[in-house]
Every structure is written in C-alpha cells, then in structure tokens.
C-alpha cells in the first residue's frame, strides 16, 4: 500500500511540474545546454552607482543585495543573484519559483514580452515597480526595481554573467561577493 502511495505521490508532483512548466512554455527556452559560469562578481561600478548593500545571508551561491532610493529607508529595492551548476538546473529552477510566486503574490501575469536579458526573461510592472526573473546560463536573477532602474540593472548584470569565465569541469561553480 505504501509503495502505491508513494508511485501517485510522484506521479502527482512530477504532472504538476510538467504542467507548470507547459505554462511557462519551457520547451522552447533557449540556453539549456549553455556552458556554466563561474566566479561571477557585480563590479564596484555597479555596486556604488546604486549604492547596493549586501545583506546577511549571501553565500558563494547566493546574493542578496539592498538599496534604497533617494535616501527612503522605507522603500527597499533588491536583487537576487542565484547560481546552479548547470543553466539547465537553473531553468527549471526558474519555472518552480515562477510557479510558486505567481501563486503567492505579484506577479500574477508574467509575460517574456519586453524583457531583453538572458536566455529566457519573464517580469510584469506593478505600481511602478518592475519584477523581473531572467536565467542566463546557469544563473538566476530576480530584480525588483523602478522601472528604468531594474531594466539598466539587469542589462548590465546580464553583461556581466556573459563576460564571466566558463567553469572548469569537475569544478563547483561560484559567485564572487
């Protein structure tokens, strides 16, 4: 009987992962078998043009970083930088935590339109606000922003994945905080 429990139980959790990521038209992402980077490192540049802060909690796997507008305290702005040791992993990472937070919270009609980083890209605009998930190779990264701050962002934390260096096989990649 337990062993007919566990087989449903699969066969429930592996249709719904299927199903969501037929939602999200995953088939057709391009970037899948993309070489993985590595030692990937947001540049002071970047860091101080907006004043970024690293927040507790940041590893060689994953950055979290902060920043506030025109001295608002109370307005919080921030980016996730995520990476997985192959892009493959990280697209079907994707497609869970899209699935998970599409469920939760905004936002609730995401679309790839218009969101030119990385191999696949979905956001939506809320009250000014862009939320935005891109995967380029095998990294994650999710921004919540204004507008035309998140978009300068991304394009240039896009840049910088993409300039990054390959992973040596048989070699854990990283990120660099």
């Not at 995953?26 to 970037?31: A, Q």
């Not at 927040?55 to 305290?73: A, I, P, Q, R």
Request: charged share 20%; hydrophobic share 40%; proline share 2%.
């Amino acid at each position: 009987m337990m062993k007919i429990i566990k087989i449903i139980t699969f066969f429930i959790i592996f249709s719904f992962t299927n199903l969501s990521a037929q939602n999200y038209d995953y088939e057709n992402w391009s970037g899948k078998n993309n070489i993985s980077k590595s030692n990937v490192s947001l540049n002071n540049k970047l860091i101080s043009k907006y004043n970024l802060l690293i927040e507790k909690g940041s590893t060689n796997k994953v950055l979290f970083y902060k920043y506030y507008m025109n001295n608002d305290s109370i307005k919080k702005y921030k980016i996730i930088i995520r990476i997985f040791i192959t892009s493959k992993e990280a697209q079907e990472a994707l497609v869970k935590y899209l699935d998970a937070i599409s469920n939760i919270k905004k936002p609730f009609f995401l679309t790839t339109e218009d969101y030119k980083v990385g191999d696949v890209a979905f956001g939506e605009e809320y009250n000014g606000i862009l939320y935005l998930y891109f995967v380029r190779n095998n990294i994650i990264v999710h921004i919540e922003s204004p507008i035309v701050i998140a978009t300068n962002i991304a394009k240039e934390v896009d840049d910088i994945i993409q300039n990054a260096s390959d992973c040596s096989e048989g070699l854990e990649p990283v990120l660099i905080y």
